[in-house]
């Protein structure tokens, strides 16, 4: 068996033992992020020390002060969702790097709580990133209302309840942007890029388990729906179309036009919206007597 890297090894410590390691982690407050690679398309995990300052979660991307960025770092900006491991505690989260003056204070609240990354700072000419880890339920959340969830038709609104939210609150940090003042609009931040990327990875990922596993499953079991399941499938391709307009407007060549973005998000709302309609109406009474989640699991 080859011997497990320095990362793997402290990764495994900190699964077996409840978010608790030794050496020279030992003590210091650690948590795991995975990432989603940059190219890859794999999932990849490391432990990073952070912080806690005004009320949010943070790490530093300072890679001992090494004059290039972390490989998390860079894959994060690519695909915002992430997972963290804290302690016990399992959570998807929003990576959305701090700019300016935010990044200012926060860097600076680093630096009173874990002076080490002041001297990383100083041994760099880049600038250390300060991420902020979004929790859904923790201060970045959407407003989508707790549903309970018995069936597999109250999964599906639960999704879908958040997939609204989600856009809701999309449109009005685009509308709060380009209502900035006086002069042409600034162009799209990265607090908008990033949050606009980790809805349309969500989005992707909710079509994609559809379209392998909950549509061929109710074909199989409810054959007069496969109509209507071909319909749907049709309109996830008109959704994932805008969906990747949008996508290029925020990781394209500079900056994305901000009247263009605003214009494509609300094709991209108005189109999700209907296709979500469409589908409660067709499948939730199917759903309705599957059991969520499933016996024995």
């Not at 982690?25 to 794999?42: A, H, K, N, P, Q």
């Not at 469409?278 to 699991?297: D, N, S, T, V, Y």
Request: hydrophobic letters at 40%; proline letters at 7%; charged letters at 25%.
């Amino acid at each position: 068996m080859p011997s497990l890297s320095f990362n793997q090894a402290v990764v495994e410590e900190f699964r077996a033992r409840g978010g608790r390691v030794g050496g020279p982690f030992e003590g210091g407050d650690l948590l795991l992020l995975t990432t989603v690679g940059e190219r890859s398309g794999r999932e990849h995990t490391v432990p990073l020390g952070f912080v806690r300052a005004d009320g949010l979660l943070l790490v530093v991307a300072s890679a001992a002060g090494a004059p290039e960025h972390p490989q998390w770092y860079r894959n994060l900006l690519a695909h915002p969702l992430v997972r963290v491991e804290l302690g016990t505690e399992v959570f998807d989260a929003t990576a959305v790097p701090a700019e300016g003056d935010r990044r200012e204070r926060l860097f600076e609240a680093v630096v009173r709580s874990a002076p080490g990354y002041g001297d990383y700072q100083r041994s760099t000419a880049r600038l250390l990133p300060v991420v902020v880890l979004e929790h859904p339920g923790a201060g970045a959340g959407t407003g989508a209302p707790a549903r309970e969830v018995l069936s597999l038709a109250d999964k599906l609104l639960e999704v879908h309840d958040r997939l609204r939210a989600q856009m809701r609150q999309l449109r009005a940090e685009t509308e709060a942007h380009l209502a900035g003042g006086a002069g042409p609009a600034p162009s799209l931040g990265l607090h908008l890029r990033q949050h606009c990327l980790a809805f349309c990875q969500g989005l992707s990922v909710h079509h994609t388990g559809e379209d392998r596993g909950v549509f061929p499953a109710l074909a199989r079991s409810h054959p007069e729906l496969r109509g209507t399941l071909e319909q749907l499938a049709e309109e996830h391709r008109t959704v994932a179309r805008l969906k990747d307009e949008l996508v290029a407007l925020v990781t394209g060549p500079g900056s994305a036009e901000p009247e263009a973005f605003r214009a494509a998000l609300a094709r991209t709302a108005d189109e999700l919206e209907a296709h979500l309609a469409h589908e409660e109406r067709e499948l939730l009474p199917a759903l309705a007597g599957i059991p969520f989640p499933p016996p024995g699991r």
